[in-house]
């Protein structure tokens, strides 16, 4: 975004009027009604056009159109596997909680005090179950647009956290040694494109079974996207 636009996107919103929240995503609502459906948890309200939940699978359709059309900027030559992968770490789950923690959405949310958002599974899950929501409502307010600004400033933004903060490879032969069936071999299977721009393809073996590959442009990112695709093929809980 431009200099321009963003003095045009400042002034255009009439701030008094903004809530603390629109403030932060820098987007006005004309239908409120879609920002309090966002941030309704089933348990106040249970039907289907009153909680978030809608809104939550909205959100993540959205999530992905926009994601996998900026990957394909990025990646000009990279293949329909490493653009796969490259997308599923922008959109689990654990990552869209810390972009809901970033935007401080759990403050926004109403649910019955009977939900324990203590339990740190609990409270992940709200938090990117609310991001998508959010997402969601902004698409019905206001089209695609504003969502694509707020999903580069900050799924995108934080791209290269979520690309690497998780240590995969250290969780797969941790699970492996808990369940007695045998060290994990990280196995370089291709390596492709000029010298300053290669993509390294991995696979992991376990006890000479092989598991789908992880692509990535460095060997270590390549090991990474290789055992966490080793660990769902596992049914691991990570």
Known sequence: MGLIDSIIDFFSFNRAHLTPLEKKIQYQFERREYLTQAFTHKSILSGPRENYERLEFLGDAVL????????????????????T?????????????????????????????????TVDKIAEKQQANLFEALIG??????????????????????RENAWMSTNYKGKLIEYCHQESIGNPSFQVKDVTGPDHSKTFEVQVMINGDPFPTGIATNKKAAE???????????????
């Open 64 to 83: 992905d159109i926009v994601v996998s059309k900026v990957l394909m900027k990025e990646f000009p030559e990279g293949d329909e596997g490493l653009l």
């Open 85 to 117: 992968q490259r997308r599923a770490f922008l959109v689990q789950k654990s990552y869209l909680a810390k972009i809901g923690k970033l935007l401080d959405l759990m403050d926004h949310l109403q649910i019955e005090p009977s939900v324990n958002l």
């Open 137 to 158: 409502a902004m698409y019905l307010d206001g089209g695609m647009k504003p969502c694509k600004k707020l999903i580069m400033k900050t799924v995108w933004a934080h």
């Open 224 to 238: 990474q996207l290789a055992a966490k695709g080793a660990l769902e093929s596992l049914g691991a809980v990570f």
